[in-house]
């Protein structure tokens, strides 16, 4: 098993729909959960990071932790072209930072 | 700009050659990460350093991979008698622990092809 896991995109949405990505992690001892936006030919950029299980809001960006299911999520509302990117989950766990495969995100205008 | 750097942006060798990466963090991040990442992958990780001193190297690095962060500030990132398997974008990040935890800032990376 794969310490984390995402959802196989890439995921299409359409402009203005709102986007779904999922992360699974296998390391219990995780404690805080970073999601990363990554440009192609970029360098992964911080987008939130959720440390409670429950919600959390930022802007048009929901993260969402469920530690006794080991899953987090990134929910991203009123999805615009500019999102179309690779998203990035990363578990932490002592002092690493985890990376999933990520997924990729295609807004259709 | 996260404000981290990273030099050379690009680089291309021939297999057997020694190539040395720079990286220079935020200046009042005290933490600093090595990454390595493929097409289709994550960033995997290499490395880190707590101010000058190296804490974990990943298990997965060969001793042709060395890092060295003198003084506590920019990192070097050196790869001897390179691979092929070693081409790849090399990515640094740095981070200031404090009582809020801890967030990773990312440079723009340098891209290794070795030939």
């Known amino acids: 098993q794969k310490e984390v896991e995402q959802n196989s995109g890439p995921l299409s949405v359409p402009e203005g729909a709102i986007a779904s990505l999922n992360c699974t992690y296998s390391d219990r001892g995780s404690q805080s959960f970073f999601w990363y936006r990554q440009y192609s030919g970029k360098s992964p950029e911080l987008i939130m990071f959720?440390?409670?299980?429950g919600d959390k809001e930022d802007g048009r960006f929901t993260a969402q932790l469920n530690k006794a299911s080991q899953y987090v999520s990134l929910l991203i509302r009123d999805s615009q072209p500019s999102d179309s990117a690779t998203y990035l989950c990363?578990?932490?766990?002592?002092?690493?930072?985890?990376f999933g495969p990520g997924t990729r995100l295609s807004v259709l205008p | 700009d996260t404000g981290v750097s990273q030099d050379p942006r690009h680089k291309i060798t021939k297999r057997g050659q020694n190539v040395t990466f720079r990286c220079d963090p935020i200046?009042?991040?005290?933490?600093l990460y090595w990454y390595r990442q493929t097409l289709g992958q994550g960033p995997e990780f290499l490395t880190y350093f707590q101010n000058e001193a190296q804490l974990e190297k990943s298990r997965l690095l060969s001793d042709r991979f060395s890092a060295e962060r003198p003084k506590g500030s920019f990192s070097t990132l050196e790869i001897q008698r390179t691979e092929q398997g070693d081409s790849a974008m090399y990515l640094c990040a740095s981070s200031l622990v404090s009582g809020v935890g801890e967030t990773q800032y990312f440079g723009p990376g340098t891209r290794l092809l070795v030939l």
């Open positions: 200046s009042e991040h005290n933490r």
């Open positions: 990363a578990p932490r766990a002592g002092q690493n930072f985890v």
């Open positions: 959720i440390y409670s299980n």
